[in-house]
């Protein structure tokens, strides 16, 4: 319970889900995020932080660039659950390439 609490709290911010609606594309650089929150990059840069110490996202670095992912495709759930077409096709993509047969619930 005290997992999902934090979970859902960490995605209880506007700018966060932003970040993430617009990660359901794939990855994205750091430099490409901010701009499109229209927040300053270290804002975004606190908010990235916070997503990827509760698990949420993950990040790799190239060079001087930093790229996030989404990590937890519960997110998608929520974002299905609201009406957001695209996300099926992430997550189908996401099960076929790491190939995991999806459970039911």
Known sequence: M????IF???LSDETRLMIVEFLLDG????????PHVKKTQSTVS?????????GILESRREGKKIFYK???YRV???F????KQRVSVLKKSYYMKNNI???SK
């Open 46 to 54: 606190i908010h990235l932080g916070k997503m990827e110490e509760c």
């Open 80 to 83: 299905k659950s609201f009406n």
């Open 2 to 5: 005290k997992e999902m609490l």
């Open 70 to 72: 989404i990590k937890d």
């Open 27 to 34: 990855e994205k650089c750091v430099c490409e995020i901010f």
């Open 8 to 10: 859902l709290k960490v």
């Open 101 to 103: 047969r999806r459970q």
């Open 76 to 78: 998608c759930d929520i």
